[in-house]
């Protein structure tokens, strides 16, 4: 990963808030919409912003991290500056988040690559196994106010 803060050097960036933690995932993953609203119950500060990886800024922060948008395991969690990917994106959710949140530290036990392959894995399978809900549709309105263009 890059230095902290290093998409504040690199112009194809929109600009965003970025003193605030966002989530860049994929807003067609039925997954990825039920992280959402985890996200959502859990964040009772109401911090975390979510932009999906359809987004302008989606795209340019996964493109910055090495990530593609078409990639299955593009999924990012950028906090104080630092970008975290993966099951690591997770673990720090769930330790920002607090509560229940906080049993995604188990994730941390398992070896990195074992981790890895294992989010690997279930991304690449995620429609097959998951199926497709646009983000976008959700109903709550709590949940709306969080997303970033």
């Given at each position: 990963?890059?230095?902290?803060?290093?998409?504040?050097?690199?112009?194809?960036?929109?600009?965003?808030?970025?003193?605030?933690?966002?989530?860049?995932?994929?807003?067609?993953?039925?997954?990825?919409?039920?992280?959402?609203?985890?996200?959502?119950?859990?964040?009772?500060?109401?911090?975390i912003r979510i932009a999906t990886i359809e987004t302008a800024l989606g795209r340019a922060l996964l493109e910055h991290y090495g990530l593609r948008a078409t990639a299955p395991d593009s999924w990012l969690f950028i906090e104080d500056g630092v970008a975290h990917e993966g099951f690591d994106a997770m673990i720090c959710v769930g330790r920002r988040t607090g509560g229940i949140g906080h049993g995604l530290r188990l994730l941390g036990v398992l070896p990195k690559p074992l981790r890895a392959g294992l989010y690997g894995w279930i991304a690449r399978n995620r429609y097959r196994l998951f199926g497709r809900k646009r983000m976008c549709d959700l109903p709550s309105e709590s949940l709306r106010a969080r997303l970033v263009a």
């Open positions: 990963m890059r230095k902290p803060y290093s998409f504040l050097d690199d112009p194809s960036v929109p600009g965003f808030d970025w003193r605030v933690p966002l989530a860049v995932m994929d807003g067609e993953c039925a997954l990825c919409a039920f992280g959402a609203r985890i996200i959502d119950r859990l964040d009772r500060a109401k911090e």
